[in-house]
């Protein structure tokens, strides 16, 4: 659930570094003077089309207008951090990657590779955005989840209210409130910190100055192949 809340917000994390090799790159956004260009915007496209497992002939200005905004939301959290973002742990990176693989259904390095130029990508930037995502993700519970505390009465009223129910919807039979403790205490603790993170982020746009000129262009798909 954590990973489902918080992966679209940070996939395209490794995306603002503006591209030298371009001669003409428009500004989209301003944070707080930081800039993000059209080909961070593309990029950001392009990696959760990707991740999504979504053809970029499918991907809608709305999905535009999203992929803007959490690259906003990252600079935000990027100013935050201050240096001080953790390191993603190496087989992390691989299990996401290895569960990427078999959502495209890869199967051989060939096809891999294929699927990556598809959408615009390698296997380094990947890791690297891959790498970025997730120590971002540590980031923001090292500073939120200390700060929750879920007491008896919420997980008493949540097995009750929801987790049997759910049980017998499903056929299943009843577990004792003990046996479950340990895992509605932590449902609720994720529910929380989805919580004070977007309250989080909402505080950091209103002390912001954030300026978008972006337009809704379609995105072409890389290399000039439709999907």
Not at 53 to 63: I, K, N, S
Request: glycine residues 4%; hydrophobic residues 40%; contains cysteine.
């Amino acid at each position: 659930m954590r990973r489902v809340f918080y992966f679209l917000l940070f996939i395209s994390l490794a995306l603002s570094a503006a591209h030298a090799s371009d001669v003409i790159d428009r500004i989209v956004a301003t944070v707080n003077g930081h800039v993000i260009l059209e080909s961070d915007w593309d990029d950001a496209v392009r990696f959760e089309a990707f991740v999504e497992g979504r053809p970029l002939g499918q991907v809608t200005d709305e999905d535009r207008g999203r992929a803007l905004d959490r690259l906003i939301d990252q600079e935000l959290l990027r100013e935050q951090a201050q240096g001080e973002t953790p390191q993603a742990p190496a087989d992390e990176v691989k299990q996401r990657i290895t569960e990427l693989q078999a959502q495209h259904e890869c199967t051989t390095p060939k096809a891999w590779k294929a699927t990556l130029a598809r959408y615009g990508l390698d296997e380094n930037s990947l890791e690297s955005r891959l790498a970025q995502n997730i120590a971002t993700l540590r980031q923001v519970e090292a500073r939120l989840r200390p700060t929750v505390q879920i007491d008896n009465q919420s997980i008493e009223s949540y097995y009750h209210d929801q987790f049997l129910p759910k049980l017998k919807k499903a056929g299943a039979e009843a577990v004792p409130l003990a046996a479950v403790t340990g895992k509605i205490r932590e449902i609720l603790t994720e529910q929380k910190v989805n919580q004070l993170f977007s309250s989080w982020l909402q505080s950091l746009r209103a002390e912001s100055k954030i300026h978008t000129s972006a337009r809704s262009n379609s995105i072409a798909p890389a290399g000039g192949q439709g999907q």
